[in-house]
């Protein structure tokens, strides 16, 4: 889940108050991971009782939705503090002990969201490589198709790395008074545009990559 579909233009610069009440962003998140609970447990089911065993790409995705479960856990913490911190930058405290209070907060949101990107990305991307490893029996042999499959692969790992390369910044990094620094204005918002462009980039391109590769395998069986 990105910032900006919960709150304003920028991480902390321009946020304003949640629009979702937070019963209904809860429900939200728990309601789409209980329906991916219930989709990898009805595949499991299925490869049981066809193949009376689970595969590599089983376990895959498993490992993904671990990720992603951790993701919904960390956002279900957090998710009091981004109100707390989104309230407090909309009445601006002129205390200085509280405004020391709302950047330590801010800080702890900013950490627990780099967070959820890391283990959102790396549950996506488990998922693609889940994909490449369901069909790589179609065209293991022969030789193109080997190959081909071996560059998408590295292609798709080329890829994660980038995207969560591109995450790690420092204002999601920053703690305390520094967020004042490194996470508000013009230049931070631009940044967060670019990586986003990126994100969405790497995730089609990737989904593409994925696909390209199928139907040669599935002639070559046929």
């Known amino acids: 889940m990105e910032p900006s579909a919960i709150h ?12 979702i009440p937070f019963n209904t962003l809860m429900g939200f998140i728990w309601s789409g991971t209980c329906l991916s609970l219930v989709t990898i447990l009805l595949r499991l089911a299925f490869r049981i009782k066809l193949l009376r065993r689970l595969r590599l790409d089983d376990y895959l995705v498993i490992a993904s939705f671990v990720f992603y479960l951790g993701s919904t856990i960390l956002w279900a913490v957090l998710a009091r503090t981004l109100y707390v911190v989104a309230q407090g930058w909309n009445t601006t405290p002129t205390d200085p002990a509280a405004i020391v209070e709302l950047f330590n907060n801010a800080g702890t949101l900013l950490h627990a969201i780099l967070a959820t990107y890391w283990l959102t990305w790396t549950s996506l991307w488990l998922v693609k490589i889940a994909f490449m490893v369901f069909f790589y029996p179609l065209g293991r042999h022969a030789p193109l198709q080997r190959y081909l499959w071996w560059m998408v692969l590295v292609c798709i790992v080329a890829a994660y790395c980038v995207t969560v390369g591109l995450t790690t910044d420092d204002c999601l990094t920053a703690s305390g008074l520094d967020i004042a620094q490194k996470c508000i204005g013009e230049a931070k918002f631009n940044r967060q545009y670019f ?5 969405l980039a790497t995730d089609i391109s990737t989904d593409l990559l994925s696909q390209f590769h199928v139907p040669p395998f599935c002639q070559t069986v046929n």
């Open 195 to 199: 990586t986003s462009r990126v994100h």
């Open 8 to 19: 304003g233009r920028d991480v902390v610069g321009n946020m304003v108050a949640p629009s």
